[in-house]
């Protein structure tokens, strides 16, 4: 099972949490025993009946019967229903799920790689320096937790000018697996539990998080609808040259925020078709455009003590 594709044999398990039971509480009303606080991102944990974890969000908390593995995730329903997104160096899926009040409502399932090697590729053009090039190569994906905080905290300083999609909640179910079936490597593990450990020891001693290695961890997020820029350009909405433009674009604005993506390309870029034939949306003479890959999300410029978690 290396690379943590969807797979059938994940197993469905019941919540019972469910939602007339504890909704229309808001999130800050949930039961203070299922509080959590990871890497500065605040979750309420449900456990299932098969002793899997949902750590929800804030953003996930309202759309809950949305994102509940039942939704999402039935018998081989995740490959046969989900489409994974084309040019995705991961397993990404996008997953329509049914909800209340919003048609078309879609999640983004991600199978954290945390502990695998990253073999980071980076587009020939980009010019990197020495030290760039020696940092991309030591780079390592973020764990799924420090994924979401790195992800909150850009979304709290860049705002609306670098729309990305919401964190709704991380899942882990119960099933588990041996290290190599999941392609993590041992001799990794150690960085990611200090520094987790680390965040967690002022939290209340039962109610810290911790990492179950012989578990899969799924990230899943708010469905954002558009192209990616490759395909955009693919598609004649961009030239060749404004594609690179509009990519390089995007690398100086969220580096002006304080953040970057290490392996940053157009697959990462999302841009949205107009309604007039052959444009793409614009505001201000600014195309419009929202970043969806957040995995090797981190500070810019990095701290000489950082390393992805």
Not at 130 to 135: G, L, N, P, Q, T
Not at 167 to 183: E, H, M, V
Not at 289 to 297: K, R
Request: charged fraction near 25%.
């Amino acid at each position: 099972m290396s690379g943590t594709g969807g797979r059938g044999d994940i197993g469905l398990e019941p919540f019972g949490f469910l939602p007339h039971r504890h909704q229309p509480r808001s999130f800050d009303d949930a039961p203070a025993r299922l509080r959590r606080r990871v890497l500065g991102v605040d979750y309420l944990h449900l456990r299932g009946k098969g002793s899997g974890d949902l750590y929800v969000t804030r953003h996930g908390w309202p759309v809950l019967e949305s994102i509940l593995p039942s939704q999402w995730f039935v018998g081989d329903r995740l490959s046969k229903i989900g489409r994974q997104l084309a040019g995705a160096t991961g397993a990404v899926y996008r997953m329509p799920v049914p909800h209340r009040t919003r048609p078309g409502f879609a999640l983004v399932v991600k199978f954290s790689r945390f502990a695998q090697d990253a073999l980071v590729s980076i587009d020939p053009n980009e010019p990197l320096g020495w030290a760039e090039r020696d940092r991309i190569a030591a780079s390592e994906f973020l764990s799924p937790f420090q994924e979401f905080g790195n992800l909150e905290r850009l979304r709290a300083r860049a705002g609306v000018r670098i729309p990305t999609k919401a964190p709704l909640a991380i899942y882990s179910p119960a099933t588990r697996y041996l290290g190599w079936q999941l392609g993590r490597i041992d001799h990794r593990r150690w960085w990611y539990d200090r520094v987790l450990a680390e965040d967690q020891a002022e939290q209340p001693e039962d109610a810290r998080v911790v990492y179950f290695w012989e578990r899969i961890y799924v990230l899943i997020y708010r469905w954002i609808d558009g192209v990616d820029a490759e395909t955009a350009c693919q598609q004649a909405y961009l030239t060749i040259s404004e594609l690179r433009a509009l990519y390089q674009k995007a690398r100086q604005e969220l580096r002006g925020f304080g953040w970057d993506v290490i392996d940053h390309k157009a697959r990462h870029v999302i841009v949205r078709p107009a309604v007039e034939p052959g444009r793409l949306v614009r505001c201000h003479g600014r195309t419009l455009w929202a970043l969806v890959d957040y995995e090797l999300l981190v500070p810019h410029p990095a701290p000489d003590s950082s390393r992805p978690v």
